[in-house]
């Protein structure tokens, strides 16, 4: 484990974090766009991806402001990983598509994670710029999360009700 962090050091901490964990989302979306098996699913995330790039660099400007870079850490460093692993084979069968998506929401879900705590670090430090960033932030990322949930869940039905033979069982 890395050393305790208090004050000034964890608001870096938590931009480092932010910031690469950011960074393996564009990634995500810009490599599973490509090779996702749902055309709703591929918009989707080519939609997403604007706002992403868009949320990066705003985390990358306020980091700086606190000496972040987005340095990978731990949590972000074993996210980072599954992410890659599972990308690398996203595009050999819909199941592995499956799991790179589920790692791709497990990534935004842990953005929602850090934008309410930044939001709420913004708010008792009396930072108004963090505290816009952070909501629009939050609010984007919770849509965002919500929309890839939705598609996941599609793509589980459609995986699940296919016969083996590659066609969709009737109902």
């Known amino acids: ?3 305790a962090k208090v004050g000034p050091e964890f608001v870096t901490h938590e931009f480092d974090e932010a910031i690469s964990i950011q960074r393996t989302i564009v ?3 810009e490599r599973l766009a490509a090779v996702h098996p749902q055309p709703e699913a ?3 995330m ?3 991806l604007k706002e992403d790039q868009k949320f990066l660099r705003q985390l990358e400007r306020l980091g700086q402001e606190h000496g972040a870079s987005g340095k990978v850490e731990e949590v972000a460093g074993g996210l980072q990983q599954l992410m890659q692993t599972t990308l690398e084979s996203a595009q050999e069968a819909e199941s592995e598509a499956y799991e790179a998506h589920a790692v791709l929401l497990n990534l ?3 953005q929602q994670d850090s934008a309410t705590a930044m939001l ?6 009396k ?3 963090m505290r816009d960033a952070a909501q629009a932030f939050e609010k984007g990322t919770r849509e965002s999360a919500k929309e890839l949930a939705d598609q996941l869940a599609m793509l589980a039905v459609r995986i699940a009700t ?3 033979m590659g066609s969709q069982t009737s109902a």
């Not at 709420?120 to 430090?125: H, N």
């Open 46 to 48: 080519q939609r997403g």
């Open 108 to 110: 935004k879900r842990k």
């Open 1 to 3: 484990m890395g050393e």
């Open 27 to 29: 990634e995500a979306e």
């Open 42 to 44: 591929k918009r989707l």
């Open 120 to 125: 709420k670090m913004a708010r008792t430090m």
């Open 127 to 129: 930072d108004t710029k």
């Open 162 to 164: 296919q016969d083996g």
